[in-house]
Nanobody
């Protein structure tokens, strides 16, 4: 089992920055990939950053590429999302998610562990 707890959300003006954290505990050695998702009011949940802890490889959708950076601490128990040049359309609840065991990391259904979410509001 893996437990995930996010922190770091808040309100910021457009163009500003925030860093989200996700603390992982439990059987963290079983994690094969971790991802940040977000869900805005009235919209579907979407993935915004993916990382494979074993290789450090990262992936981003075009909507956040160049502005968001996903990373892990050396112990691989704290996941970060550095968000720069924030836009009002980045406002959403942000969730971290983890998959235990190898397999696809492309869809929401691939992730068995989720945090409770942290809210990000970007004002214009």
């Amino acid at each position: 089992l893996v437990q995930l707890v996010e922190s770091g959300g808040g309100s910021v003006q457009a163009g500003g920055s925030l860093r989200l954290s996700c603390s992982a505990s439990g059987d963290t050695t079983s994690i094969s990939c971790m991802r940040w998702f977000r869900q805005a009011v009235g919209k579907e949940r979407e993935g915004v950053a993916l990382i494979y802890p074993s290789s450090g490889s990262t992936f981003y959708p075009n909507s956040v590429k160049g502005r968001f950076t996903i990373s892990l601490d050396n112990a691989k128990t704290t996941l970060y999302l550095q968000m720069d040049s924030l836009k009002p359309e980045d406002s959403a609840m942000y969730y971290c998610a983890a998959r235990a065991g190898w397999g696809s990391c492309g869809a929401q259904r691939d992730f068995g562990y989720w945090g409770q979410g942290t809210k990000v509001t970007v004002s214009s």
